[in-house]
C-alpha cells in the first residue's frame, strides 16, 4: 500500500483514496488470467443452459436419473460445472491479505479524500456503504445474467447478500469500503470485456 501512496506523493497529489484506487486496479490486472478462465467456464455453463434446463423438465420426477444425465450432458460438453470455483479459491487468499492490510492500515499523512474527512473512520454519510451493497448487487446481476443460472437460491443471495455488505460497510474504515467498491466496479468492466471478447471470438 505504502508504494501505490508513494506514487501519488511523486506525482504530486499525495493521497490515499487515490491510492487504494490504484492498488485495486493492480490487483485486478494481476488477477486477470484466473478470472478469464472463470469467465470461459461461464461462457461454457451458459451455453448449455438450454439443456439442462431440458434434463431438468424431462427427469423432474426423477433426481437420480436427472443427476446422471447432466453429469453426462458435462462430459459431454467438456465443461466441468465446478472449474468456475477453483479461480475463484486461488483468488480468495489474496483478496483477504489485501483487506486486512486495508484494515489495519494508519491513514498517515493526507487522509481525505473527497467528501470523506478520513478514511480511517467509517463514511458519516453512507454514501459509500449504500455504493457497496449497490454495486455488489449489479455484479452478482450481470454474473448471474452471463452464467445463466436463475434458480431460486441465487435470486435470493443477489438480494441478500448485497444488504449484508451495505450492512456491515456501516462500521468499516471507508479505505477499506472505497476498495470493495472499486473492486466491484472493476469486476464488472473485466466481466463485460471478457464475455465480449468471447463472443467476437465465437462470430469469428
Same mark, same amino acid.
Do not use: H
Given at each position: 500500500?505504502?508504494?501505490?501512496?508513494?506514487?501519488?506523493?511523486?506525482?504530486?497529489?499525495?493521497?490515499?483514496?487515490?491510492?487504494?484506487?490504484?492498488?485495486?486496479?493492480?490487483?485486478?490486472?494481476?488477477?486477470?488470467?484466473?478470472?478469464?478462465?472463470?469467465?470461459?467456464?461461464?461462457?461454457?455453463?451458459?451455453?448449455?443452459?438450454?439443456?439442462?434446463?431440458?434434463?431438468?423438465?424431462?427427469?423432474?420426477?426423477?433426481?437420480?436419473?436427472?443427476?446422471?444425465? *447432466?453429469?453426462?450432458?458435462?462430459?459431454?460438453?467438456?465443461? /466441468?460445472?465446478? &472449474? +468456475?470455483?477453483?479461480?475463484?479459491? !486461488?483468488? $480468495?487468499?489474496?483478496?483477504?491479505?489485501?483487506?486486512?492490510?486495508?484494515?489495519?492500515?494508519?491513514?498517515?499523512?493526507?487522509?481525505?479524500?473527497?467528501?470523506?474527512?478520513?478514511?480511517?473512520?467509517?463514511?458519516?454519510?453512507?454514501?459509500?456503504?449504500?455504493?457497496?451493497?449497490?454495486?455488489?448487487?449489479?455484479?452478482?446481476?450481470?454474473?448471474?445474467?452471463?452464467?445463466?443460472?436463475?434458480?431460486?437460491?441465487?435470486?435470493?443471495?443477489?438480494?441478500? *447478500?448485497?444488504?449484508?455488505?451495505?450492512?456491515?460497510?456501516? /462500521?468499516?474504515? &471507508? +479505505?477499506?469500503?472505497?476498495?470493495? !467498491?472499486? $473492486?466491484?466496479?472493476?469486476?464488472?468492466?473485466?466481466?463485460?470485456?471478457?464475455?465480449?471478447?468471447?463472443?467476437?471470438?465465437?462470430?469469428?
Amino acid at each position: 500500500m505504502d508504494g501505490f501512496y508513494n506514487i501519488t506523493v511523486a506525482v504530486g497529489f499525495p493521497n490515499y483514496g487515490v491510492a487504494i484506487i490504484l492498488m485495486t486496479i493492480c490487483v485486478k490486472l494481476c488477477l486477470y488470467p484466473l478470472n478469464a478462465k472463470q469467465i470461459k467456464s461461464m461462457k461454457a455453463m451458459q451455453e448449455i443452459q438450454p439443456k439442462l434446463k431440458k434434463i431438468q423438465k424431462d427427469y423432474k420426477n426423477n433426481p437420480q436419473l436427472m443427476q446422471q444425465k *447432466m453429469g453426462e450432458l458435462y462430459q459431454e460438453s467438456g465443461v /466441468n460445472p465446478l &472449474a +468456475g470455483c477453483l479461480p475463484l479459491l !486461488v483468488q $480468495m487468499p489474496i483478496l483477504m491479505g489485501v483487506y486486512y492490510s486495508l484494515y489495519g492500515l494508519e491513514y498517515s499523512g493526507d487522509p481525505t479524500f473527497l467528501w470523506l474527512s478520513s478514511l480511517s473512520d467509517s463514511d458519516p454519510t453512507y454514501i459509500l456503504p449504500l455504493l457497496s451493497a449497490l454495486t455488489t448487487y449489479l455484479a452478482q446481476r450481470q454474473s448471474m445474467a452471463m452464467n445463466g443460472q436463475e434458480n431460486q437460491q441465487m435470486k435470493m443471495m443477489m438480494y441478500i *447478500m448485497p444488504i449484508f455488505i451495505g450492512y456491515i460497510s456501516i /462500521n468499516f474504515p &471507508a +479505505g477499506l469500503v472505497l476498495y470493495w !467498491v472499486v $473492486m466491484n466496479i472493476c469486476q464488472m468492466a473485466q466481466q463485460w470485456y471478457m464475455f465480449r471478447k468471447e463472443d467476437q471470438k465465437e462470430a469469428a
